[in-house]
């Protein structure tokens, strides 16, 4: 995580845009996944990340396509 962070130009523009996308799979997260489990809770937190931020950039792509 730090590396990604560090090879960033701007790590500060990085995290702006990831806030939403984190901020959704939180409380995702919070609300629906109780697996006993802090390891698999961890790793379905980050797929849902991923899955949110996967949806915002391909509709951001598709609206700003010039």
Known sequence: MYTLLAQ???PAKFAIQQLPAF???L???EI???LGSF???C???LGTWFLIDFAVSSV???LFKS
């Open 60 to 62: 951001q792509s598709s």
């Open 23 to 25: 901020g959704t799979a």
């Open 27 to 29: 409380v995702i997260a």
């Open 32 to 34: 629906w996944y109780k």
């Open 39 to 41: 390891s698999l809770e």
């Open 8 to 10: 960033q130009s701007a």
């Open 43 to 45: 790793v379905a937190f």
